[in-house]
């Protein structure tokens, strides 16, 4: 896998073999050392939620303790922690094209498309999540 920029939305994102960005269609290039570190750094992050996930499952006491300690950190910290879920969110959005999802996460993008108009409707994107 590598890691690739795309030169209009500044995403980064994984491919075998990438001509264009996901996201908005334009053209891709290396990221720079520090940013493709970075990006790293936030999949080990993922991997490692995904793994206590996959192990604890989210529902009952483990979804309890996490929302607990999400609600109870730095008010400003929330505010980035639900930016990042938005992003999740209009991500999978994205996806809601044939052949870009299955049965597994059929409702996640379904469900995600729904709230993406919302977002989309109110002018709850953020300029870095703005793509046309
Ligand atoms: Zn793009």
């Keep these: 896998m590598t890691v690739y920029k795309c030169t209009k939305c500044q995403k980064l994102f994984e491919s075998y073999g990438k001509e264009k960005c996901d996201i908005c269609g334009s053209e891709v290039e290396p990221p720079n050392e520090y940013e493709e570190a970075k990006f790293l750094k936030g999949k080990e992050l993922c991997q490692q939620i995904m793994d206590s996930l996959n192990t604890m499952g989210m529902e009952g006491v483990f979804g309890d303790g996490f929302i607990a300690g999400v609600c109870s950190t730095h008010r400003s910290l929330q505010q980035d922690f639900c930016g ?11 996806m809601n094209k044939e052949g870009w999802h299955d049965q597994r996460n059929e409702a996640t993008v379904k469900l995600c498309a729904e709230l993406a108009k919302v977002v989309k409707e109110k002018g709850w994107v953020r300029e870095s999540e703005r793509t046309s």
């Design 84 to 94: 990042l879920l938005q992003r999740c969110i209009l991500h999978f959005a994205s």
